[in-house]
């Protein structure tokens, strides 16, 4: 991994990537099975809206805690108690059955509905990874960290048929199948314990006195924060959960088929997070997250309408090559506009309104999938999203980064 880092990245930040892709690969499986295994325990669409709503306002909680004491008891100790809690979720999710013990595990633990992190891991990466980097490579920084999830993510995805072949080959029922899968997720929580318990404490730099987790910036970090909510609240109608099980109502697809769609999406975003570093250094931060969004956004608005299966894999796949440009250069463009002290709070900031949006999406998408088979998740997603492009050119389109002023 060291030899395909960006030039001036340090090598200690290795185990940050390895980390990221461990949690992807748990991501791209859990994702697509949830549904799936919610269903088979009896659960119905607006139920599974809920239990997925529980696993993002969790999230956000968390978020909060991780981002507003990391300056205080560091965020290597943090992620490390983050492993601890994605260990017990995938064991609690393969033991519980009922739906309140479930929405305990899911609101506390650190399962994610969707192959993007938006989880308490996500700010902490985020700040140990900006310190690891110099400024004239930290855009290629967190491309690579992005690429790293997008690619993991996608095999993840395909892992998701794991269960139909334990079912043919081992005689198991579809529960047990995927009980054996939150097993998987826990393990992978286990090999992460390890994995952060060796980082170096030099990666984790501490400031010398007393700090504000949040100080000169704070304005300007709220302001995007607002934005990056309406975003969210679009993107969190159609998490890979509920767009999977809105396929498999839809157009009757199969476990293993939607895997394979899933991966070759993940291919997909891969190749856009490597344009995305390109296009940024061209036309700016700012501008690559929202010239590349908007189409893809469109390509959202007519997933609703696809009458057949073909169309809306097709719609789908042309989204995701352009929808996640936005992701390494929006992280990018928080880490470069606040102090280095404030970076660990804003990666919080900017991602709990996010967290929140997106928990409150799925009870909506699944109210309105029990109501109708059209797309409307899709619809409004697309339709928000667009509108949060255009306010976020209108707003901070003008203020450029260090590094892009005076050009």
């Known amino acids: 991994m060291a030899r395909f880092l960006p030039v001036g990245v340090s090598p200690v930040a290795v185990p940050l990537y390895w980390g990221r892709g461990l949690r992807a690969f748990a ?20 139920e599974i809206g809920l239990l997925t709503a529980a696993t993002l306002l969790g999230s956000a909680a968390a978020t909060v805690v991780v981002g507003f004491t990391a300056h205080r008891y560091g965020r290597r100790v943090l992620l490390v108690i983050a492993t601890l809690l994605m260990i017990a979720t995938g064991v609690g999710f393969a033991g519980a059955t ?4 479930l929405a305990a595990i899911a609101f506390f633990g650190t399962l994610n509905p969707s192959p993007g992190d938006v989880s308490l891991f996500l700010p902490l990466e985020q700040a140990l990874l900006a310190e690891a980097a110099p400024t004239r490579a930290r855009t290629g920084a967190f491309v690579l960290y ?18 139909e072949i334990a079912r043919g ?21 286990l090999a992460s314990y390890h994995l952060y318990r060796r980082l170096p404490a030099s990666l984790d730099s501490k400031p010398e006195g007393p700090v504000a987790p949040l100080g000169p910036s704070r304005n300007l970090v709220v302001g995007l924060a607002a934005l990056f909510s309406l975003d969210a609240f679009g993107g969190g109608l159609i998490v890979q959960s509920l767009l999977a099980l809105w396929l498999f109502e839809r157009f009757g697809l199969s476990l293993a088929t939607a895997g394979t769609i899933f991966f070759w999406s993940g291919l ?11 296009i940024a250094a061209r036309i700016g931060l700012i501008n690559t ?27 789908w796949l042309v989204r995701s090559s352009l929808s996640q440009m936005d992701v390494p250069t929006r992280t990018s463009y928080v ?39 059209f797309g409307w998740p899709a619809l409004l997603a697309g339709g928000l999203k667009a509108v949060y492009d255009l306010l976020l050119l209108a707003a901070f389109g003008r203020r450029k980064p260090p590094e892009e002023q005076g050009t």
């Open 27 to 46: 991501d791209g499986f859990v994702s697509l099975l949830l549904p799936v295994y919610l269903k088979a325990l009896g659960f119905d669409a607006f």
């Open 98 to 101: 009922r739906f309140w013990p």
């Open 146 to 163: 992005s690429l790293v999830g997008s690619l993991v993510g996608a095999v993840g995805s395909l892992a998701a048929g794991l269960p």
């Open 169 to 189: 080959w081992l005689g198991l029922d579809l529960i047990d199948a995927l009980r054996w899968m939150f097993g998987l997720y826990a393990l992978l929580g």
């Open 268 to 278: 997909a975003s891969a190749a856009s997070y490597v344009a995305a570093g390109r």
């Open 289 to 315: 997250m929202v010239f590349t969004h908007l189409p893809s956004n469109l390509c959202l608005i007519a997933l609703a309408f696809a009458p057949k299966l073909w169309i809306a894999v097709a719609l």
């Open 335 to 373: 880490m470069a506009v606040v102090t280095p002290a404030e970076r660990a709070a804003a990666a919080s900031v900017t991602a709990v309104p996010r967290s929140l949006a997106a928990a409150l999406a799925p009870v909506l998408a699944g109210w309105l999938l029990t109501l109708s088979p």
